[in-house]
């Protein structure tokens, strides 16, 4: 364990001997981290929550929390989370393996989060927001959740695997995007949008399927499924996957 | 006064005897913080500003400032105020009791914000914007104030009572925000939305009276006046006050 | 140098002897920062990039960073720079003087930008952008790079000299905002604006010459080229510069 001598760190955490921690960083009582996580300065770990469930904060091992980041207590997060800095993620938010969470990116609490998704910087994500695996969210993404606000009524977004939100988009209450789908830039999504489709605009509207649009490198390949040509920082075996899904889609 | 060792206060800040201060946290010269306030860890608190007027940055009672807000001096604000995380607020802003600014917001300065006013995450308020009493700000919305930027021409927006102003939605220079009025998520404002009326869209256009919109509850009750069903926070004399003006409306 | 003892500056790093660093400050090994500086507490200043060149984190004399910001190496500033709070910015990114960059603004690196250009708050650029001279960037903007999310593929934006792009706009992966040009609030730019056009909506629509908007200030001036009437902080002679070519402009 590297903790930096001016880090805080309650002798009740369960943090394991490999873990580094910056300066001017808190952890509170109530947080387990894995072996090989880093922990940059100025952030506060394990925040206790008076709406949490009495569970620990728990950070999954060979993570990366960057600087000024904030995570509240009964949250949890699978192997290898890596954050930008100034990251809020509230109590009650699990996500599996892989998951990376952009600068600045707000994520209220009670979400549940699949595995390997990325969010760009500044994604937004209210609370009873589900996201399954693959998804990627860019910047200034908003998930709702109020179909009234303000109300004591909660329709939680879903995000089904391999979506892409492009940036500046808002996904209205209770709203569905469907496997695969591509919402475009500066949208708001007012109701579901099937598998594979492109929705666009404000509102959204229906643009046809996603394999309709062409990859900008010079080659005539579709541009979706991404999974296809887009593999930077996933594991092998899951390209390998991937690449055997092409196969068969080309066969 | 419960400061944490590792907290920088300046002994000329008027700190009450009952204030906690977290670590890593400037409280600087012209501070006024009254009693049972909590400040959380690495906030800079009375930040001198050269664009004040000389007065203190006031707190009032019992307030919660979440850990890395940035408040200026020459601010102040009543009772139970409650902030999120990495809140800034600069000089010249005066709100009444139990404001709530969320995570990331940021107020310009210059502004007039009433009593029991809620801003979500990431609100963004320009310069000389008057917000009135139990208006609700949600997440991403903008508050803008040059009619052709950069000018030397300020033009602020002002929001009246009980009005709710959905996600990633900007009020344009000089608008006014009618009473009880809904702005609907994603919506560019560019004329007064009148008292009750909905206004939806870029740009946004009248959608009808506030009252046609049902609640997603299974009742049958209107969603708006809001006051009407959501009390979650409120103190119980101003909850009184308007389940008073429902039974008259009933009647 | 007046380094506040809870700071902790490397002593690698180069740090001119005028330079103030405020409390919590980390001053990485890779960093050189000239004369008449200020920074504030809580910064993370030249953090380790793995994608840098192993140049140095560079910021020019006479700069004002302000709490909570975090530069990485291999990016370089001219003098004056001026920043918010709890700003970001990542390596491979090069501005000449003059350079302000509001609150919350987040630069993704790898981009080049101009003299006296000025970001106000929570502007996000996408790695790629390039942005010439004088150039406005308001709340909430966002400059994209990836034309079918997420590739490889990296069409970054241009913005030319004089440019103002208003609140909320969005700027699509390859689009050029041409010199003066303005781009309304709310905008989603989908293909390029022609010097001194105005752009408007979503998707943004040519609206005309900029010279046809007039100042609301009760003369009778055009608002743009801005440059004949705003001239809060410019250096003089740049402002000479622009007046003289008024005055060839009104013969």
């Known amino acids: ?6 880090a805080i760190v309650s002798e009740h955490a369960q943090v394991h001997s490999s873990v580094e ?11 387990v981290i894995a072996e090989g996580t880093t922990i940059g300065s100025n952030c506060e770990i394990g925040v ?7 569970s620990p904060l728990r950070i999954g091992a060979n993570s990366v929390i960057r600087s000024h980041s904030v995570f509240y207590e ?7 989370l890596v954050t ?3 990251v809020t993620v509230r109590e009650l938010t699990h996500a599996g393996d892989g998951f990376q969470i952009g600068t600045l990116s707000d994520i209220q609490g009670h979400c549940k989060i ?3 998704v990325r969010f760009h910087s500044n994604v937004h994500v ?21 179909p009234h606000p303000p109300s004591e009524v909660m329709q939680g977004v879903r995000v089904k695997s391999f979506a892409a939100i492009a940036t500046m988009s808002t996904i209205l209450p209770g709203v569905t995007i469907g496997e695969g789908a591509l919402v475009g830039a500066c949208s708001s999504v007012v109701k579901d949008v099937g598998d594979h489709r492109i929705a666009v605009g404000n509102p959204a509207r229906d643009k046809g399927e996603t394999s309709a649009i062409k990859l900008k490198d010079g080659s005539d390949r579709p541009a979706y499924p991404w999974k296809h040509h ?4 996933y594991p092998e075996n899951i390209v390998a996957q991937w690449l055997s899904s092409v196969q068969q889609y080309e066969d």
Chains 1, 2, 3 share one sequence.
């Not at 206790?48 to 009495?54: E, K, M, W």
């Not at 009964?74 to 290898?80: A, I, M, P, T, V």
């Not at 887009?230 to 920082?233: D, P, V």
């Open 74 to 80: 009964s949250s949890s997060f699978g192997e290898r």
């Open 114 to 116: 699949g595995e390997y």
């Open 48 to 54: 206790p929550a008076s709406l949490g469930d009495g």
């Open 126 to 146: 209210g609370q009873h927001t589900t996201i399954e695996d693959y998804v990627w969210v860019f910047p200034y993404v908003v998930f709702t959740n109020d």
């Open 84 to 86: 930008g800095h100034r």
């Open 1 to 6: 364990m590297t903790i930096h001598p001016t």
């Open 21 to 31: 921690i910056g300066p001017f960083t808190i952890v509170h009582d109530n947080a």
């Open 230 to 233: 887009f593999h930077r920082g």
